[in-house]
């Protein structure tokens, strides 16, 4: 049923499991250089794509297909922060044009269904896109202070500025 939206539908799953990864592999980095601001932002969006792989996967399994669960890319090893939210940028950027594209095409297949998917997840990866955009300006504006006021907040909420004990 509908092979070729099964299709599109797999291929978006390829694109979301590469968001998958590469966002945690982005959380793990800046969770380890105190970044925490941007490490629960990559963390939650990656949820959030995790999610789109389940509504796709619904949808493909509904449509008698099967699930191809593989990565479109392997993940870039981005270390800086300012390469981590362009990449983002451009990853939300290139999801949101696909899915227009590939809701039209549902749509000229008469699924409608799909074209409905496709269009929620424009919506959803629109604000993504939104998200980290907002964050490359917050840098190029601040630059270093941006990020050394993310690890002074960490330190403020482990304690160690306001509530630790000196020994
Ligand atoms: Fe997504
Ligand atoms: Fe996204």
Not at 34 to 50: C, P, V
Not at 75 to 81: A, G, M, S
Not at 120 to 135: N, P
Request: hydrophobic share 40%; aromatic share 8%.
């Amino acid at each position: 049923m509908h092979e070729k939206s099964q299709v599109l539908l797999n291929k978006a799953v390829a694109d979301e499991l590469h968001a998958v990864h590469q966002y945690m592999y982005f959380h793990f980095h800046c969770d380890d250089q105190g970044y925490d601001l941007l490490a629960n932002l990559f963390k939650k969006t990656a949820i959030e794509e995790m999610l789109h792989v389940e509504k796709l996967a619904e949808r493909i399994l509904f449509l008698k297909g099967d699930v191809e669960m593989v990565a479109a890319y392997p993940v870039e090893k981005i270390h800086d922060v300012k390469g981590m939210l362009k990449k983002a940028a451009q990853m939300e950027h290139e999801s949101a044009k696909e899915y227009n594209q590939w809701a039209n095409e549902c749509s000229a297949n008469a699924d409608s269904v799909s074209k409905q998917l496709f269009e929620s997840l424009v919506a959803d990866e629109e604000r993504h896109f939104d998200q980290f955009d907002v964050e490359s300006e917050n840098l190029e504006k601040f630059g270093d202070r941006y990020l050394a006021l993310q690890s002074i907040e960490r330190s403020k909420v482990r304690g160690s500025l306001t509530g630790g004990t000196a020994e």
